[in-house]
């Protein structure tokens, strides 16, 4: 009868734990690094990170930092239901020349929380 008690709460403790699991977003980016080539001095450009959400719950993207004040990111702030797409649009003003590399800070309430996206390229 103690056997039978035991197998029966481990049971009902691993039904309770499954049924807890938590759904969450998850991005998949088409691609996480763009490289812009050569571009002209003090034309910007721009690149649109495009992913998918793959995940069980809504993404909400909360903030899209960039390492350094030459560059800037728009986001949609509306949430990205799963299976649906999404962008994020990164802008390098290209005001120094030579070769650059800059990453982009995506802060979300994702499996993986922080990522990071990255541009890089050479100004002539």
Known sequence: MKKLLSIA???IAFISLSAMAVAV???KFEKETHDFG????NKPAS???AFTNVGDAPIIVSEVAPSCG??????SKAPIKPGDSGKIKVTYN???KGPFTKSFTVKSNTKTPVKTLTVKGNVE
């Open 9 to 11: 709460t481990v049971l």
């Open 94 to 96: 290209a005001a120094t």
């Open 70 to 75: 030459c560059s800037v990111a728009d986001f």
């Open 47 to 49: 690149f649109e990170f």
């Open 25 to 27: 977003g998850e991005f």
């Open 38 to 41: 050569t571009i002209p001095f």
